[in-house]
C-alpha cells in the first residue's frame, strides 16, 4: 500500500471546519453539555447531506456542482437530494453522474441507464458505470463542473461496486483538476470491524480494484480517506461531511432512515447483512437467490435437498439458522425451474459473521451435493480476491482452516484500516 505524510495526507483531505469540528459523536455531545450524559442522552442521526444542507450549502458556495449518485441519496423525509439541491437558488448544481443501475435505478446488474437528461430536473445525466482515468476525467470536465459530490448508499461488502464508483470518480476527479466532496451515510451492516479475505492486487476487477477486506466496516467518506492516502497514485482535493449520531455498533435500523434499495437485488438492510458472505455463490453453479424476493438469503440447485440444511445447522455457527428451502427463481440462474436449497435466517445480528458463513456454506454444500462446481471464468477468485478460498476448499478444507488461512493479511489491513476511522 502507498503511505503518505500525516502532513501530506492532512493537506490533501479537508474536512470542512463547519460542518465537521469537533467529535463525529455530535449529538450526544451537543446533549452531553445540555446536563444529559452520553449514555442517557437521545441520539439524533442526520446524514453527510442532511448537515451540509443545515448550513446552507456553505461548503458548495461559489461551485459549480455535480453528483455522483442513486435513488439511495434521500433524506430523512424521502426526498431525492437532486431534487432539493436544484429546487435551492443557493446551490449551481449542473450535472448528475450516475453509476451501476443508474442515477434513478432503472438498470438490472451489469447495466446501467445511459445517457440523458432528467425529465423531472432537466439536468443533463452522465453514465460512469465502467468507466474510469481519462475517459471519466473527460466526461467531468464535459459537464462544466469544478466539484463532484459523491452520496450513495454502500452495502459493506468489497465486490458492492459503488464503492469503486467513488474510487474511479476520486481518481477522475484528480485528473482533471476537480475538487471532490463526499457526503457520508451509514454502513448498514455496522463499522464494528473488517473481516473476510484480503484482495491480491492481481485479481483486481470492478468488483475490487485495491487490497481492502471482503468486509470492510468502514463509511464511504472513511473509505474515501483510505483510497486517497493508501492507493491514488497522487490525492485528489477531498472533504468529507460526516454524520452525526452514528455509531459504529448501529445498523442500518439505528438510524432511521427509510431504506431505499440501492440496487435491484439489495431490497431490504436483511439482503445487506448477510450479502458480503452469500454473494460468494455468485462464483459457483447454485443459485443466489436472483429472481426470488430474499436474493442472498435463498442459496439452492437443482438436486439439492433438506442435507444441506441439516449439515449446516449442524455447524452451530454464531447468530444464524438455516432452514431447508425450495424456490423457482423468475429470472438468473435456474430461471423458472424449482430448486432446492437454504434459507439463512439471521437470529443474533451482534453474534453473526457474515463472511465465515459464507464459507461454511460453500464446504457443506460441496460436501452435500455431488453437482457443486465453480464457475467455469473461476469468478470466485474475483470476489474473494485470490485463489486461496477456492484451492483450498477443493483440497478438502474445513471452514475454520480456510478462515484461517486469510488472518495474516486481514491482520495488516485492520491496521491501515484503524488509521482513517472517523466514528467511534
Same mark, same amino acid.
Not at 425529465?119 to 473527460?138: F, W
Not at 427463481?329 to 434459507?343: E, L
Given at each position: 500500500?502507498?503511505?503518505?505524510?500525516?502532513?501530506?495526507?492532512?493537506?490533501?483531505?479537508?474536512?470542512?471546519?463547519?460542518?465537521?469540528?469537533?467529535?463525529?459523536?455530535?449529538?450526544?455531545?451537543?446533549?452531553?453539555?445540555?446536563?444529559?450524559?452520553?449514555?442517557?442522552a437521545p441520539?439524533?442521526?442526520?446524514?453527510?447531506?442532511?448537515r451540509?444542507?443545515?448550513?446552507g450549502?456553505?461548503?458548495?458556495?461559489?461551485?459549480?456542482? !455535480?453528483?455522483?449518485t442513486?435513488?439511495?441519496?434521500?433524506? !430523512? @423525509?424521502?426526498?431525492?437530494?437532486?431534487?432539493v439541491?436544484?429546487?435551492? /437558488?443557493?446551490?449551481?448544481?449542473?450535472?448528475?453522474?450516475?453509476?451501476?443501475?443508474?442515477f434513478?435505478?432503472?438498470?438490472?446488474? =451489469? =447495466?446501467?441507464?445511459?445517457?440523458?437528461?432528467?425529465?423531472?430536473?432537466?439536468?443533463?445525466?452522465?453514465?460512469t458505470?465502467?468507466?474510469?482515468?481519462?475517459?471519466?476525467?473527460?466526461i467531468?470536465?464535459?459537464?462544466?463542473v469544478?466539484?463532484?459530490?459523491?452520496?450513495?448508499?454502500?452495502?459493506?461488502?468489497?465486490?458492492?461496486?459503488?464503492?469503486?464508483?467513488?474510487?474511479?470518480?476520486? @481518481?477522475?476527479?484528480r485528473?482533471?483538476?476537480?475538487?471532490?466532496?463526499?457526503?457520508?451515510?451509514?454502513?448498514?451492516?455496522?463499522?464494528?470491524?473488517?473481516?473476510?479475505?484480503?484482495?491480491?492486487?492481481?485479481?483486481? *476487477?470492478?468488483?475490487?480494484?485495491?487490497?481492502?477486506s471482503?468486509?470492510?466496516?468502514?463509511?464511504?467518506?472513511?473509505?474515501?480517506?483510505?483510497?486517497?492516502?493508501?492507493?491514488l497514485?497522487?490525492?485528489?482535493?477531498?472533504?468529507?461531511?460526516?454524520?452525526?449520531?452514528?455509531?459504529?455498533? @448501529?445498523?442500518? @435500523?439505528?438510524?432511521?432512515?427509510?431504506?431505499?434499495?440501492?440496487?435491484?437485488?439489495?431490497?431490504?438492510?436483511? *439482503?445487506?447483512?448477510?450479502?458480503?458472505?452469500?454473494?460468494?455463490?455468485?462464483?459457483t453453479?447454485?443459485?443466489?437467490?436472483?429472481?426470488?424476493?430474499?436474493?442472498?438469503?435463498?442459496? !439452492?440447485?437443482?438436486?439439492?435437498?433438506?442435507?444441506?440444511?441439516?449439515?449446516?445447522?449442524?455447524?452451530?455457527?454464531p447468530?444464524?439458522?438455516?432452514?431447508?428451502a425450495?424456490?423457482?427463481?423468475?429470472?438468473?440462474?435456474?430461471?423458472?425451474?424449482?430448486?432446492?436449497?437454504?434459507?439463512?435466517?439471521?437470529? /443474533?445480528?451482534?453474534?453473526?459473521?457474515?463472511?465465515?458463513?459464507?464459507?461454511?456454506?460453500?464446504?457443506?454444500?460441496?460436501e452435500?451435493?455431488?453437482?457443486?462446481?465453480?464457475?467455469?471464468?473461476?469468478?470466485?477468485?474475483k470476489?474473494? !480476491?485470490?485463489?486461496?478460498?477456492?484451492?483450498?476448499? /477443493?483440497?478438502?478444507a474445513?471452514?475454520?482452516?480456510?478462515?484461517?488461512?486469510?488472518?495474516?493479511?486481514?491482520?495488516?489491513?485492520?491496521?491501515?484500516?484503524?488509521?482513517?476511522?472517523?466514528?467511534?
Amino acid at each position: 500500500m502507498r503511505r503518505l505524510s500525516r502532513r501530506t495526507l492532512l493537506a490533501a483531505t479537508t474536512t470542512a471546519a463547519a460542518i465537521s469540528a469537533g467529535p463525529p459523536a455530535t449529538a450526544a455531545t451537543a446533549a452531553t453539555e445540555a446536563g444529559a450524559t452520553p449514555e442517557t442522552a437521545p441520539r439524533r442521526f442526520r446524514t453527510g447531506f442532511d448537515r451540509l444542507a443545515a448550513t446552507g450549502y456553505a461548503l458548495l458556495e461559489g461551485r459549480r456542482v !455535480g453528483v455522483v449518485t442513486n435513488p439511495t441519496g434521500i433524506t !430523512g @423525509d424521502a426526498r431525492h437530494l437532486v431534487d432539493v439541491m436544484h429546487a435551492d /437558488d443557493r446551490v449551481d448544481l449542473v450535472a448528475v453522474f450516475g453509476p451501476e443501475h443508474g442515477f434513478r435505478g432503472t438498470a438490472q446488474a =451489469g =447495466g446501467s441507464e445511459g445517457r440523458y437528461d432528467d425529465p423531472a430536473t432537466g439536468l443533463p445525466v452522465y453514465d460512469t458505470y465502467l468507466k474510469s482515468g481519462q475517459p471519466l476525467a473527460d466526461i467531468f470536465t464535459a459537464s462544466g463542473v469544478d466539484t463532484v459530490v459523491f452520496d450513495i448508499q454502500d452495502a459493506g461488502a468489497r465486490f458492492y461496486t459503488y464503492i469503486w464508483t467513488l474510487y474511479d470518480c476520486m @481518481d477522475a476527479a484528480r485528473i482533471a483538476g476537480k475538487r471532490f466532496v463526499v457526503l457520508d451515510r451509514p454502513n448498514p451492516v455496522t463499522g464494528r470491524g473488517a473481516y473476510g479475505p484480503v484482495l491480491h492486487k492481481e485479481f483486481a *476487477t470492478f468488483v475490487g480494484r485495491e487490497p481492502i477486506s471482503q468486509a470492510h466496516g468502514m463509511t464511504v467518506a472513511e473509505l474515501a480517506r483510505l483510497f486517497n492516502g493508501e492507493f491514488l497514485t497522487e490525492p485528489v482535493p477531498l472533504e468529507t461531511v460526516l454524520m452525526s449520531g452514528w455509531r459504529r455498533s @448501529d445498523f442500518y @435500523d439505528a438510524s432511521g432512515l427509510p431504506w431505499v434499495p440501492p440496487s435491484p437485488n439489495m431490497p431490504t438492510p436483511d *439482503t445487506a447483512l448477510v450479502y458480503s458472505g452469500t454473494c460468494l455463490f455468485e462464483g459457483t453453479n447454485l443459485s443466489e437467490g436472483r429472481g426470488t424476493t430474499r436474493p442472498f438469503e435463498l442459496l !439452492g440447485a437443482e438436486g439439492i435437498d433438506r442435507r444441506w440444511a441439516a449439515e449446516a445447522e449442524q455447524l452451530g455457527l454464531p447468530g444464524v439458522h438455516f432452514r431447508e428451502a425450495y424456490f423457482a427463481p423468475t429470472f438468473s440462474k435456474f430461471q423458472g425451474r424449482t430448486v432446492g436449497g437454504v434459507q439463512l435466517h439471521v437470529h /443474533d445480528r451482534a453474534a453473526y459473521d457474515p463472511v465465515r458463513t459464507g464459507i461454511a456454506l460453500l464446504v457443506t454444500a460441496k460436501e452435500v451435493w455431488s453437482g457443486f462446481a465453480w464457475r467455469p471464468d473461476n469468478w470466485i477468485d474475483k470476489l474473494t !480476491g485470490s485463489t486461496l478460498v477456492r484451492t483450498m476448499i /477443493d483440497a478438502g478444507a474445513t471452514a475454520d482452516e480456510v478462515v484461517a488461512g486469510w488472518q495474516d493479511e486481514l491482520a495488516a489491513f485492520r491496521r491501515v484500516r484503524k488509521e482513517y476511522l472517523l466514528y467511534r
